[in-house]
Nanobody
Framework: QVQLVESGGGLVQAGGSLRLSCAAT????????MGWYRQAPGKQRELVAT???????NYAYSVKGRFTISRDGAKNTVYLQMNSLKPEDTAVYYC?????????WGQGTQVTVSS
């Protein structure tokens, strides 16, 4: 059974940093595009960052230069390093694993940035 387990969320002051982790029980982790999405209260879920099986990264404009996505194939884990956090980054952050045939989601981890 596929599981994506996020960790690393929490409460941080504006300007601070957090690192999110997503451990994936995927049979062939390397074949998946991994991504982070977020959903703030009353808003739709939005893309934050993705990293392809080949290592190509894509970021939302709002996080470029502040967030970095990376993956570790040996640990089947994807990370999101978040620096210079802003109150508008407050949301539940979800891990996603995607191929043309499969699409999996984690349960989410709360990130709260206080002003």
């Amino acid at each position: 059974q596929v599981q994506l387990v996020e960790s690393g969320g929490g409460l941080v002051q504006a300007g601070g940093s957090l690192r999110l982790s997503c451990a994936a029980t995927l049979r062939i982790f390397s074949s998946y595009t991994m991504g982070w999405y977020r959903q703030a209260p009353g808003k739709q879920r939005e893309l934050v960052a993705t990293i392809s099986s080949g290592g190509m990264r894509n970021y939302a404009y709002s996080v470029k230069g502040r967030f970095t996505i990376s993956r570790d194939g040996a640990k089947n884990t994807v990370y999101l390093q978040m620096n210079s956090l802003k109150p508008e980054d407050t949301a539940v952050y979800y891990c996603n694993a995607n191929t043309q045939r499969n699409d999996y989601w984690g349960q989410g981890t709360q990130v709260t940035v206080s002003s």
